[in-house]
T-cell receptor, first 113, second 115 residues
Framework: DQQVKQNSPSLSVQEGRISILNCDYT??????FLWYKKYPAEGPTFLIS?????DKNEDGRFTVFLNKSAKHLSLHIVPSQPGDSAVYFC????????????FGTGTSLTVIP | EPEVTQTPSHQVTQMGQEVILRCVPI?????FYWYRQILGQKVEFLVS????????KSEIFDDQFSVERPDGSNFTLKIRSTKLEDSAMYFC?????????????FGPGTRLTVL
């Protein structure tokens, strides 16, 4: 039962360029989405969120886009920096799942200096 | 900056043994969670805990699992009789509010290896 999917297990980007990480979901009841970043030997760290009433949320170099009709969200990092190299998880929740988040399998981003 | 801590970082146990994974949430947080991530798979919700009781649990959280907040600081996950398939990273998280816009702060995880 994979309600949240990240189809790209890895991504490499040159420093200074844009990184685009994608996430698809199947549950139309999801109305809140988050991106987490995870470094090796650390727990996931909250990065940015978006609720379904919006289609874009921006925080510094990070922007999340939500396309509800396509059940797709993406995280844009621009410009990418070597310190952004990490595993990125998208997660989703719905009103009727309370605080339970469903995570994707993650995309490992490598930013090449 | 306050953080969630977890001990041990790595636990090795024999199948059928009981294990207790420990977490110290951020001190003013009221909501506590356990997640697990089997190697190479997605992070999965196990249970949430508020006001000294379980508020939600997933299908994974069966009778072999229990959680407890034995004192004002620790939050534990007990697996009564471990199985090979319990081998995973277990993440504790805490949050200050139940509002769905909250951020859940994660600990570094405990790697459980069941032999």
């Amino acid at each position: 039962d994979q309600q949240v999917k990240q189809n790209s297990p890895s991504l490499s980007v040159q420093e200074g360029r844009i990184s685009i990480l994608n996430c698809d979901y199947t549950n139309s009841m999801f109305d809140y989405f988050l991106w987490y970043k995870k470094y090796p030997a650390e727990g996931p760290t909250f990065l940015i969120s978006i609720s379904s009433i919006k289609d874009k949320n921006e925080d510094g170099r990070f922007t999340v886009f939500l396309n509800k009709s396509a059940k797709h969200l993406s995280l844009h990092i621009v410009p990418s920096q070597p310190g952004d190299s990490a595993v990125y998880f998208c997660a989703a929740s719905a009103q009727n799942t309370g605080n339970q988040f469903y995570f994707g399998t993650g995309t490992s981003l490598t930013v090449i200096p | 900056e306050p953080e969630v801590t977890q001990t041990p970082s790595h636990q090795v146990t024999q199948m059928g043994q009981e294990v207790i994974l420990r977490c110290v949430p951020i001190s003013n947080h009221l909501y506590f969670y356990w997640y697990r991530q089997i190697l190479g798979q997605k992070v999965e919700f196990l249970v949430s805990f508020y006001n000294n009781e379980i508020s939600e649990k997933s299908e994974i959280f069966d009778d072999q699992f229990s959680v407890e907040r034995p004192d004002g600081s620790n939050f534990t996950l007990k697996i009564r009789s471990t199985k090979l398939e319990d081998s995973a990273m277990y993440f504790c998280a805490s949050g200050i509010t139940s509002k769905r816009l909250n951020e859940q702060f994660f600990g570094p995880g405990t790697r459980l290896t069941v032999l």
